[in-house]
Structure formats: C-alpha cells, structure tokens
C-alpha cells in the first residue's frame, strides 16, 4: 500500500528551504534542503534556524514532523478565527487543515516565504527519500486538488495572521484592490467589526498617541470603505471607515509597481509556540532576553521594546501578546524589532480589564505597575536598569504634555475617550497623566 501525500516547495528570497510533504492522515513532515541546511550565510528562515542561535544545526539536521498542525514557524502564518472560516468555507476543506490552507495561501504569507505546490514529477528523489523516513509503507506523490491550482477559486488568497477580518490590499490612486499572486499588497486594511464599536478609530487613535512619544510605527491612515474594492461577502456595520496601515513586511519600489518581500516572523514562531498559546507560556522578560542578544541592534530595540510595554499599560491595551511583537530581517539575515502594530484601547470593550497580555516584573495588572516592576523586567532580562529608565521616564514627560491636547483632535468616540483618560488617573502614581 503506499501512503499518498502532497508536496510544497517551500523558499525564502529565491533560496529553496525545503519541502513540506502533507500525508492524508494529517501528519506533515519539514525537511530542510542540504544546500540551505549547508550554507553559513543563509537567510533566516527563523532566529531558532540562525547559525548564532544555539542547537540551530541539530534543529535543522532532522525533519521537523507534526501531526494535524504544522510546525509553529508555520501555522503560525495562517489567518485565525473568522478570515480562517473565510477561506477554509472558500476551499471546502475543514479549518483545522493547515497543510492544505497553506497550500492554498503560500504565494501572499506574512514576511517572505513562499510556499508553492508541486507535481509529482517535479519533487525530487531525495526529497522521497526523506519525507518517506519513518514509515513502512511506500509514499507516493499525487496532485493536488484542481481548486488549488485554479486562481479564480476565491479572491482573498492571502494570509495574515490574527482574529480580526483584514485584507492585505494593493493601493493606486488611493483605491484598494485586494492583493494577487503577482500583485502583492502593500497595506494591511482592517474593516470595523461586527462585535465592538468603532475599533477602527479606536486602532488609529492609539496608534498616533504611541507615535507621540517614541514609538516606531508605519504610516497609518483611516480610509472609507466605499475606496475598497471587491471586499468578499462579509457582514459590516454601519461604520464608514476602515484602518490601514502600511506592510513592513513589504517594500515598495519608488521606480515601479513592483513589492518586495521582507521577511519576518512574530514571536510565538521566535518560541515555537502555537497561536492559542500566544497568551501563556512566556513572559516579556524572555522578549527582553532574546531582542539584547540576538538583535543586530540590541541597546536600540530593547529601548523601543520597554517604550512600547510602558505604553501599552498608558493607553490599556490588553492584547500585547506574543503575535503582536515580531522580528524583522530586513538585511535577509539580522533580526530588529519590527514597528510596532496592533495597539487598540481594549479596556473599552471589556468590561473590568485590567491585565495586559503577559507577565511583567511578576505582575499583569496595569493599576499595580510601578517602575520598581520595570526593573524587575530589565534586570531578569539581563538589560541594565540605566539604559531603560531614561526612556521611560522620556515616554511619561511626552505623554503628560502631548496626549490631552492631542486626543481633542483624534477621532476615537468621546465615550472611549472619557474612559481612556479616567484610565490614566486610576494607574500607579508613576505613570499616572
């Protein structure tokens, strides 16, 4: 009997990583090609595949083989909650099914890798051999389904991965059209949601008070639904605007329409850690720890990195988790923080919040914050105290001179306002505005 299974070639920036083999019983199997495996100066696939990083050479000299779920590095690429149910129901397939998802979404995933179906004669032999490892049966090779192939099967064939309904969009002449193969999306577009009111000012607002006081972001803007076109059949409210803003994951050519890929990874792949666990299973010291020793500017990021911790408690945004920082390789090989993305007020739309996402200083409750707790981070996370306080302490100097000014102008609802700034006088007298 043979076991029947399908095959991506998986590449990053031209380089071929490996093969992914995806068997009919839900088991799929990772082998790096030699030559990638082999080669000192090779893009980063992910920091754990980094020469510098340690065991990396062992991790790579075995498949990585996982049943029904991917290999983190990889599920972690896929959309979430309802754009999964989007184009699970799209492919007819079940929304557990990552390989075939994968599959189907490999030319438009986050950062640059890209995963491409093949046919069987177009697998090589080695690759056989090696996918075959581990089974007692022969493995044969078959094609992949028609709609897979068939590039008019569904519009939105393109992955971001988190729960919100958003669309990675090409813009010209400030029109948005959904992204293609070979006409990659350069902005990430977030319709209002059907479950809380006004996220998409809600996102902007906090998003331009970050800016305010150091933070890195990309350019943002609100744009009017009626300026995007061919959206699927989604349920709207009655809302006007969408946010967008800018991929830093894509690099647009000034001479031409053409978008490069830059690649990136959030940091549930950086600690092979699945989506669900995005929330547990790690702490912010551990962010700390890896960004001062692996980054490629080190004092720079974690400065950055506490900047955007101390400013996620300020604007109460609970959802700092472990998808919403990432690494950046823009060099194809050096990890940076990322800018920053995905800062909302969620405290509006939850009654009694009061913890961000993880552990801080032994602490996840922004009222208790203090920066004695600041200090516990950066001493756990072998980052001198000195180097951090000057910035946190620049954060509270702009905040209490630029933000009430400043949320006058901003367009989140006067409710959430009310509430936003009711927030900055319950918090610990340190960082009270």
Do not use: C
């Amino acid at each position: 009997m043979n076991d029947v299974v399908n095959v991506l070639k998986l590449t990053l920036h031209g380089e071929v990583v490996g093969y992914l083999a995806g068997f009919q019983n839900g088991r799929n199997v990772l082998g790096f090609s030699d030559e990638f495996r082999n080669n000192e100066h090779r893009s980063t696939f992910s920091l754990i595949t980094h020469p510098v990083f340690p065991n990396s050479t062992t991790l790579m000299a075995e498949p990585w083989a996982k049943n029904q779920r991917l290999h983190p590095t990889l599920s972690n690429l896929l959309p979430e909650g309802s754009l999964r149910e989007l184009v699970a129901q799209g492919l007819k397939v079940h929304i557990d099914n990552e390989f075939h998802i994968l599959s189907y979404l490999g030319e438009d995933l986050p950062g640059a890798i890209v995963a491409i179906p093949l046919k069987p004669e177009e697998v090589p032999d080695t690759v056989l051999s090696t996918i075959s490892r581990g089974t007692k049966r022969n493995t044969k090779v078959v094609n992949f389904e028609q709609s897979f192939y068939d590039k008019q099967a569904q519009e939105n064939k393109f992955s971001l991965a988190g729960v919100q309904m958003k669309f990675s969009m090409k813009e010209k002449d400030g029109r948005y059209n959904l992204s293609k193969a070979d006409a990659l999306g350069d902005w990430i577009i977030k319709t209002p949601s059907t479950h809380h009111k006004d996220v998409p000012v809600n996102e902007y607002t906090a998003m331009t008070l970050a800016s305010l006081v150091g933070i890195d972001i990309p350019e943002i803007k609100l744009v009017d639904l009626s300026a995007l076109e061919h959206l699927p059949k989604i349920n709207l409210p009655d809302e006007i605007q969408a946010f967008a803003i800018k991929r830093f994951d894509r690099n647009a050519s000034s001479s031409s329409d053409q978008v490069a890929r830059i690649h990136m990874e959030d940091f549930a792949q950086v600690l092979v850690k699945y989506p669900h666990e995005k929330y547990s299973f790690a702490s912010y010291e551990q962010i700390g720890r890896i960004l001062y020793e692996f980054s490629g500017d080190a004092l720079a990021d974690v400065q950055q990195f506490a900047r955007r911790l101390l400013v996620n408690i300020l604007l109460a945004n609970g959802d700092a988790h472990l998808k919403n920082w990432s690494l950046l390789y823009e060099d194809k090989v050096t990890p940076r923080l990322s800018p920053a993305y995905d800062i909302v007020t969620t405290s509006v739309y939850i009654d009694g919040e009061r913890n961000f996402a993880l552990n801080l200083g032994k602490t996840k409750d922004w009222y208790e914050v203090s920066y004695s707790h600041f200090r516990s981070w950066s001493e756990k996370s072998g980052i001198p105290w000195r180097v951090i306080k000057p910035h946190l302490d620049d954060v509270m100097d702009k905040a209490k001179t630029t933000w009430l000014p400043a949320i006058k102008n901003l367009p989140m609802n006067e409710g959430h306002k009310t509430r936003l700034i009711e927030h900055w006088k319950r918090l610990h007298p340190d960082f009270q505005i």
